[in-house]
């Protein structure tokens, strides 16, 4: 973009920096609550609250907690919740079997939040770690995180809560493949107004450990999830796999983690035009309550 300005004197960049109003006209981006998708943690139990210990003033919800949590959302405008669950430990096994039970923790919430009649969005998670005794996104064999295998288990996850009620899958396991296989079996199921939100660009990073605390995921975790997640050093990577994600039928795609990735957002907004949404992970928010909690910056203000 080329633009013919004025030299200084006759153009001052302070003028439109004088006030708020001002400030406020020539604003380029803004963020409004209509941007905002809220994660929250359900466990099991009634009335049931559980604080999270590497990260502040967030807490797992019993199924009817959450719902008046949904509710609280909506009346503040917030148009989506992520749900995650924080499975009970004995019925995690190596091949995920309540990922897809259609009574599991999350599809009972996913229930409770429609029977509710509460006008919100609701999105879910589909990743295998949380039922899985080894802690990984995939079904574990010989050591090795078999792609194909995990592809029809996540199928039949993301069914189990169509069924249920989510207008939003989120696949973030990173396995080759599962957009268009979800996709596939949303259409021939009778669910083709169901949005699929592809964790399309999703880095191998440090930042996730207390999201892995939050779900119980971390303590079985052995090893690292490098073998699916995108390395942290290839952004054209990344470009390439948001491109197959979108071909396969993803609706929209996320860059995660959202803020060492900004400009990939720009990249992939730039490029592909589609709805992409940028994850601030537990590991960012983690960050931030720490240094408001030692008076190292202003935490309303960040």
Request: hydrophobic share 45%; glycine share 8%; with cysteine.
């Amino acid at each position: 973009m080329s633009v013919n300005q004025a030299e200084f004197p006759l153009t001052r960049f302070r003028r439109t920096r004088a006030n708020a109003p001002i400030r406020n006209l020539v604003r380029e981006s803004g963020l409004s609550v209509n941007d905002l998708i809220w994660p929250v943690f359900v466990c099991d139990g009634s009335n049931e609250r559980q604080a999270v210990a590497s990260m502040p003033g967030v807490e797992r919800l019993s199924v009817d907690l959450l719902v008046h949590a949904a509710r609280e959302a909506a009346s503040l405008g917030i148009p989506a919740i992520c749900i995650f669950p924080y499975i009970n430990p004995s019925l995690k096994t190596e091949r995920c079997e309540e990922a897809w039970n259609p009574d599991n923790l999350s599809n009972r919430a996913i229930r409770a939040i429609r029977d509710a009649g509460i006008e919100i969005a609701i999105m879910t998670d589909i990743a295998l770690d949380p039922y899985n005794a080894n802690g990984h996104d995939g079904i574990v064999r010989d050591g090795i995180i078999v792609n194909d295998e995990t592809v029809e288990a996540l199928v039949k996850m993301g069914m189990a809560q169509a069924n249920a009620g989510a207008d939003i899958l989120g696949p973030s396991d990173m396995m080759d493949g599962r957009i268009g296989a979800i996709r596939a079996a949303l259409e021939a199921g009778g669910h083709s107004n169901v949005m699929i939100m592809s964790y399309a660009a999703k880095f191998a990073s440090a930042f996730y450990g207390p999201f892995r605390d939050a779900v119980g995921a971390s303590g079985a975790l052995s090893g690292d999830k490098k073998t699916y997640q995108i390395d942290p050093l290839n952004g054209r990577e990344a470009l390439r796999c948001v491109e197959r994600d979108l071909r396969e039928g993803a609706d929209m795609v996320m860059v995660k983690p959202g803020m060492p990735y900004l400009d990939l957002c720009r990249q992939v907004k730039d490029r592909f035009g589609a709805p992409t949404f940028a994850y601030q992970v537990s590991g960012e928010y983690a960050m931030i309550e720490a240094a408001a909690a030692n008076g190292w910056i202003d935490g309303e203000q960040v």
